[in-house]
């Protein structure tokens, strides 16, 4: 069984001109990937299910979170803006928020998020040599983009193209969310309604609120149930990729898209 990744962010913000291992000043070299193009703030997701093991303030990598991962893996989250809330020993579902986007420690040239993949804990942290203590990011979650979320109910957990295509040919009552644009901090909700119209929510809009009442009007039932945050727990989990294919082949009227 292979333990399910995912990127934290659409690979366009991936800063691929100073990927793992390209050189840097001085004779070392990048031992993460560099996501790039978010206002400080930003959430960031976790990459897949795991515990926090570290959460502390790096003289090089800023704020910073280390998850260890059931497959052996450990995933860094650095330069954050401020410490992340999560104790030591908190489970955390892959998609999870672990803090927000910085441009703390003496490494970072602006706010983004270096991410790292650990073969071990301290090469989470950079510490080690480049493919034994710690490995490309990039590759290795391209690697487990179709691995198994076991465990893992809180997090978003994609359908299947099939199951995209059943859910917009029978025009159920639902909510539909693009989880990775949330991430990124672009609202991407939409209400399904049973007589084929769909409605994008809005910005100015009750959010939270347009989702209550739709739950309590047509009974929807949680997806995410262990989740709290009413979009995390009422919604369909999609990608963007799925986001797209769902309005592609929806059948109904479109409201705000």
């Known amino acids: 069984m292979v333990l399910k990744y995912q990127y934290p962010y659409d ?15 001085g004779g070392s ?4 990937a560099d996501f790039n193009g978010f206002p400080e703030g930003t959430p960031i997701p976790a990459v897949a299910a795991g515990t926090v093991v570290e959460n502390y303030r790096s003289g090089g990598l800023g704020w ?9 893996a450990f995933s860094g989250y650095c330069h954050m803006y401020q410490q992340s809330p999560l104790a030591i020993g908190t489970a955390v579902a ?4 672990l803090g927000g ?5 003496e490494y970072s040239e602006g706010a983004h998020l270096h991410l790292t993949i650990g073969l071990n804990q301290s090469g989470a942290t950079g ?21 198994d ?20 040919a029978t025009k159920n009552a639902s909510i539909v969310r693009d989880y990775q644009k949330e991430n990124a901090g672009t609202l991407a909700i939409a209400l399904v309604y049973p007589d084929g119209k769909a409605v994008k929510l809005a910005g100015n809009m009750d959010v939270d609120g347009a989702i ?34 769902f309005w592609a082949v929806y059948p109904g009227t479109k409201i705000g898209f």
């Open 11 to 25: 690979l366009s913000h991936y800063d691929s001109s100073d990927g793992y291992n390209a050189p840097r000043a």
């Open 29 to 32: 070299n990048h031992r993460g």
């Open 149 to 168: 979320d076991p465990g893992n109910t809180g997090g978003p957990t994609a359908p299947t193209q099939e199951e995209i295509d059943e859910m917009a």
């Open 101 to 105: 986007i910085g441009d703390t420690g």
């Open 212 to 245: 209550t009442a739709h739950v309590q009007v047509y009974g929807i039932s949680p997806t995410n149930p262990n989740n709290t945050a009413l979009r995390d727990k009422y919604a369909s989990q999609l990608t963007t990729a799925q986001w797209n294919a």
């Open 64 to 72: 910073l979170v280390v998850l260890a991962h059931s497959d052996g």
């Open 94 to 97: 892959r998609g999870q928020i």
């Open 127 to 147: 510490g080690g040599s480049h493919w034994i203590d710690h490995t490309d990011p990039i590759q290795f979650i391209n690697d487990r983009l179709n691995g």
